[in-house]
């Protein structure tokens, strides 16, 4: 397995018969050396009890394929909405999920989870982001793991929090637990919302002096569908959508992020997975024309 300080790979599934199993099988025949998946399905928060997950024989395989458990991610299903409070009910489900979710996340032997930080629902980006803040605070003085949480960066559709920097930040600056805090960068979301990927270095700069680069944790490499600022959040395969291969390229070999899992999650085509090819051309930076055909 290659070791040279990047680690690269995709989102994968976890399906019967052989759920986590399956799933470091997946990641290997790609020719990953991280991964991210979901502990269940991403629509809801219906889950099977860990037991059942062939978890042991997951972390026997990837162990012995050389995967470092570190830098593997789990994300949080989509249903999880704890910036807006004015539906009790649910702003409490969303809660109890994270802390679900962490627990769950540590049974896999991981320490990442990745989270989108929701939407106000007209209660105003302020107000979403002190919502969202208390209910981290709760969640993570009681799941009781060493769990990190990763705030993903939002592509500002509807009225999603999270759509820049600076709101990062300031979820961040609200909460308590803030060594358990850290950010996940997609390179869709950011271009969406509107920052320029092509001067990459650039963002990454505002990056460090708006959040602070330490908190940089995981990184979506994806293009994207629409040009900058659309706020669409449509994924697109390498090479195909408005960033372009040498953009995602320079992002994935950039000095400052080395050692960053990147993990793609670009769209299937054919029916097929993109991933071992898209791997293939990010680690050795040739690209192919046409490759989807
Ligand atoms: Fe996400
Ligand atoms: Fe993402
Ligand atoms: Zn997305």
């Known amino acids: 397995m290659k070791n040279d300080g990047i680690y690269l790979g995709s989102h994968v599934s976890m399906n019967a018969p052989d759920f986590y199993l399956g799933s ?91 989270l989108h930080p929701g939407s106000h629902v007209g209660m105003g980006a302020e107000n979403g982001i002190i919502a969202l803040a208390k209910a981290l605070d709760v969640a993570l003085a009681c799941d009781g793991t060493n769990v990190k949480i990763a705030l993903e960066t939002m592509a500002g559709k509807g009225h999603e929090i999270g759509i820049s920097f600076q709101e990062i930040a300031s979820i961040i600056d609200h909460c308590k637990n803030k060594h358990r805090l850290g950010v996940c960068l997609d390179t869709c979301h950011i271009s969406d919302a509107g920052y320029d990927v092509k001067d990459f270095n650039k963002v990454l700069k505002e990056f460090d002096d708006v959040i602070g680069l330490s908190r940089l944790l995981v990184v979506h490499v994806n293009d994207t569908k629409n040009p900058i600022g659309a706020h669409k959040d449509r994924h697109e395969n390498i090479g195909y959508g408005y960033l372009g291969f040498k953009t995602l390229y320079d992002v994935v070999h950039h000095p400052l992020l080395k050692g960053i899992p990147m993990i793609l999650e670009t769209p299937y085509y054919n029916e097929k997975a993109p991933y071992k090819q898209e791997i293939e051309m990010l680690r050795s930076g040739k690209y192919v024309d046409n490759w989807r055909d």
Do not use: W
């Open 24 to 114: 470091v099988k997946e990641a290997i025949s790609y020719g990953s050396n991280t991964f991210m998946f979901y502990t269940g399905a991403p629509q809801n928060s219906f889950r099977k009890p860990l037991s059942e997950l062939k978890i042991q024989e997951g972390r026997k395989l990837l162990l012995e394929a050389g995967f470092d458990e570190s830098k593997l991610i789990v994300h949080a299903p989509y249903i999880i909405n704890a910036a807006n409070y004015t539906r009790p009910d649910l702003y409490e489900m969303s809660i109890n999920t994270i802390v679900s979710e962490l627990k769950r996340t540590a049974g896999f032997g991981a320490q990442i989870l990745v």
